[in-house]
């Protein structure tokens, strides 16, 4: 009341409340994709590349109407400076390691978010990533991205590693990788 009376008698209006800060967007959805492993996954620790292509589905998006998610694709590089099937050598993810994912609008048109500042902790096959998405991401700029991961091949990834610590199966070139992602 006071602001109001001084803004009439001096005749400057008083400043509006500014509005509270929008609810940042939640975006969940289930991730299946192909896995390369360059070169292939073994006993040996060693710097390893993997490729990840595949899709987005199942989509629920906090965001509502023309411009909410329905699902899209992902294409990520994750560069390990070490990773092997043994379990006495915990995945070491190099910083350069990013994911990009293509979203499909409601409306029919398209937004990406990219992922950077991507860490991982793995447990026999499993595991979770986390990351953020860029400032200059046209979707979900800011946001974290947390994946429940599994990765899996013709059995179990961790079926396969132990063949191949046996000395009785190859090493693994690719595989299959499931996930359930959230962005919040």
């Not at 509005?19 to 967007?25: F, G, H, K």
């Not at 492993?37 to 710097?47: C, G, I, K, T, V």
């Not at 694709?73 to 390691?97: E, K, M, Q, W, Y």
Request: charged letters at 15%; one cysteine or more.
């Amino acid at each position: 009341m006071s602001a109001v009376l001084a803004a009439l008698s001096t005749g400057v209006a008083p400043a509006a409340d500014a509005a509270p800060p929008a609810a940042p967007e939640v975006l969940d959805c289930a991730v299946k994709a192909a896995v390369t492993f360059s070169p292939p996954l073994s006993a040996d620790p060693q710097a390893i590349t993997m490729a990840v292509d595949g899709t987005a589905s199942g989509c629920t998006d906090s965001l509502d109407g023309p411009t909410a998610v329905t699902g899209g694709t992902v294409a990520a590089t994750l560069r390990f400076g070490t990773l092997s099937c043994s379990p006495a050598t915990p995945p070491a993810l190099a910083p350069d390691s990013s994911a990009t994912f293509t979203w499909n609008l409601k409306d029919g048109t398209q937004a990406t978010s990219t992922v950077t500042d991507i860490a991982i902790v793995e447990v026999d096959g499993s595991g979770t990533l986390t990351g953020t998405v860029t400032d200059s991401s046209s979707r979900l700029a800011g946001q974290k991205l947390t994946a429940l991961v599994d990765v899996t091949s013709d059995q179990p990834l961790v079926d396969n590693c132990v063949d191949v610590l046996l000395g009785t199966g190859r090493p693994i070139a690719d595989s299959t990788l499931t996930a359930d992602i959230s962005f919040s």
